[in-house]
């Protein structure tokens, strides 16, 4: 038997009696803090009801000004849902300003149908995603699924619990810094525990 088998067994101990630990990973799936800034009332009520369908935690700001103040204080979002043509400030100088502060945080822009231009913008000022007006809430909902899986699957995304480390990302685990050496199929029972 290989050496790091009794590491195995140490993780999968750990793994047992990480009350919670379930629960803590699906938390990590659908506790997400979304932003939704957007001036058409019944297009952000929709938004709202759809994200918080998915156990997201949903904010929504109604101007370009509120929302570029409340991403200049509040580092706490997963993503952001930007309405290009917003009161106040235009959703481009919102997401420029978001870029200049050094923030990696998910942007998906909404633009107008015909805004060809706007949407090219959007991208160079460094948005990730786009839906162009109107659009089924559908697609916007996997959309959003894909940019907070890119998102978790970020260097961030480290479990622990005792000695044991479990880096979903690289599906690398350690004890007290001792690599454990999954086989292809263990990566995925510790997920699954
Ligand atoms: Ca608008």
């Not at 930007?82 to 106040?88: N, S």
């Amino acid at each position: 038997m290989a050496p790091q088998t009794g590491h195995l067994r140490d993780a999968m101990h750990h793994l047992r009696h990480a009350r919670g630990l379930r629960s803590i990973i699906n938390r990590r799936e659908t506790n997400k803090r979304i932003l939704i800034a957007e001036d058409d009332r019944v297009l952000a009520d929709g938004l709202m009801r759809a994200l918080r369908g998915t156990g997201a935690a949903v904010d929504h700001l109604a101007s370009g000004s509120e929302a570029d103040a409340a991403l200049m204080t509040n580092r706490e979002f997963d993503l952001l849902i930007l309405d290009l043509g917003l009161p106040r400030m235009h959703g481009l100088e919102v997401l420029r300003n978001l870029r200049a502060g050094g923030s990696s945080l998910p942007v998906l822009i909404l633009t107008a149908a015909d805004s060809v231009d706007e949407r090219v913008k959007g991208l160079d000022f460094g948005a990730d995603d786009y839906m162009a007006k109107p659009f089924s809430l559908q697609e916007l909902e996997a959309r959003v699924r894909a940019l907070l899986r890119r998102r978790m699957g970020g260097a961030g995304d480290v479990i622990r619990h005792g000695p044991l480390v479990y880096e979903q990302a690289g599906r690398v685990a350690s004890i007290e810094g001792k690599m454990i050496d999954l086989s292809a199929r263990e990566p995925g029972l510790l997920e699954v525990l």
